[in-house]
């Protein structure tokens, strides 16, 4: 992850493809926040706690979550550091077999 | 010397000269292997995380927001124990972290109906997952011990498909895998539209019949109570035409913004859009909601496990 992107997943990272057309994504992440540890499939909304000037520990939503932003490329939001499993299928999202 | 590639065209088309996309099979690629369908917790005997998909079923109960029914937000959401859905963040999620299907720290399966863990006033009618041999953690075994009898194989880019563990092989007869039923584009169009202080709710829905008899898998992995992120960007009530299967995260929205179900029964995969009455008279704008389905014949609820003779 490495940009910022918005408040509730702050970093992204981009995955080349180069299929020039946007496949079917499965994507995993290994959770340990708030209320939830362990691996879940992706998109997921979850809580941590985080500390706020001001106010002090609050529980903040965060998301992993991904999207096509083009033909080549699928574009990774979440946290930090944070590594993400990717299966990719060969089947396009649309008209994956017949329409 | 290479392995041969064994092809498979769909009618009409060449094996030699067709897109692999446009292949029924090719053994280039892997063909996810369903070892497990369950309702249950499962001790994980594989040695590494396999990939998943979960699934809730849902109930009268299921509220269409994550809101109590002890708060003024509350709206039942009109569902059945007949209605599936991918079991995926909605915003019925503050208490939901730890619910839904999860591989936890020591790699075993977790199944969890949602539930709202603050009152406990809803709680979904059952949660399944659907695991497939494909690692999305760890390392595949160098031996393992399954049911034996006869199977067919076809091995994949490398190895001895007769010693290959089944995930690296093409094709393993002694697991299911996913057979595509349907194909298509479900589209909404909505109207701009005033909803005033008293008018209720405004509710929209598109179907597209399937007649399985049975709630199949679909994708792709949307769920009910989703507030798609691209409304959240302009405030109340704003909103603007959008692909589902681009907006499957979630972002920060306010509890009275449209909602957004797709869900599955035995004959219809629906499409269901809630545009909610507000505090004050709030203009919609006029927008299209796109939706790009696979319909896969396998059954959502189906219990079994092949990795061993002890059918459940």
């Known amino acids: 992850m490495s940009a910022p992107a918005n408040d509730d997943a702050p970093y992204y990272k981009d995955l080349d493809h180069n299929l020039g057309y946007k496949p079917i994504v499965r994507a995993f992440t290994y959770m340990n926040a708030y209320s939830v540890t362990g691996w879940r499939q992706l998109p997921i909304y979850y809580y941590e706690r985080e500390w706020v000037d001001g106010i002090g520990f609050a529980i903040v939503g965060r998301t992993v979550t991904y999207e096509h932003i083009n033909n080549n490329t699928i574009r990774f939001y979440g946290s930090q550091d944070r590594e993400i499993a990717v299966q990719l299928f060969l089947e396009p999202r649309e008209d994956a077999w017949y329409e | 010397m290479n392995n041969p590639i064994l092809k498979v065209a769909r009618p009409g088309l060449s094996a030699l000269s067709a897109d692999d996309k446009d292949l029924a099979f090719s053994s280039d690629w ?4 369903i070892f497990m369908q369950t309702n249950s917790n499962w001790t994980n005997t594989l040695g590494y995380v396999p990939s998943f998909l979960g699934f809730r079923q849902l109930n009268s109960d299921v509220p269409t927001t994550f809101l109590s029914p002890f708060n003024s937000y509350y ?25 839904g299907i999860t591989f936890n720290y020591a790699n075993n399966l977790l199944v969890s109906p949602f539930y709202d863990a603050y009152t406990g006033s809803w709680e979904d009618e059952d949660a399944f997952a659907l695991l497939m041999l494909e690692p999305i953690d760890g390392t595949i075994p160098t031996s393992y ?12 880019d490398g190895g001895d498909a007769r010693t290959n563990f089944p995930s690296e092989n093409a094709i393993d007869s002694r697991f299911d895998t996913f057979k595509i039923f349907q194909t298509g584009t479900l589209t909404m169009s909505l109207s701009s539209e005033t909803i005033n202080v008293g008018d209720g709710d405004s509710v929209y829905t598109e179907s597209v019949e399937h007649n399985l008899g049975y709630p199949p898998v679909y994708l ?30 979630l972002g920060d929205a306010w509890e009275e913004e449209p909602i957004l179900d797709v869900y599955v029964d035995s004959t219809h995969l629906y499409m269901r859009y809630r545009r909610q009455e507000q505090f004050s008279s709030t ?4 927008m299209t909601i796109t939706l790009y389905y696979t319909i896969f014949y396998n059954e959502i609820g189906e219990s079994f496990n092949y990795l061993n003779e002890d059918y459940q």
């Open chain 2, 30 to 33: 892997a063909t996810p292997k």
């Open chain 2, 145 to 156: 011990t399954l049911a034996g009898g006869e199977v067919a194989l076809i091995v994949g």
């Open chain 2, 220 to 249: 792709p992995e949307a769920g009910v109570g989703m507030r798609p992120r691209t409304q959240t960007t302009s405030g109340l009530g704003a909103s603007s035409s959008f692909v589902v299967n681009d907006i499957l995260g």
């Open chain 2, 283 to 286: 203009s919609y704008n006029a």
């Open chain 2, 75 to 99: 709206k039942n959401g009109g569902f059945t124990t007949s209605h599936y859905c991918h079991s995926v963040p909605s915003y019925m999620g503050d208490q939901i972290g730890s619910t």
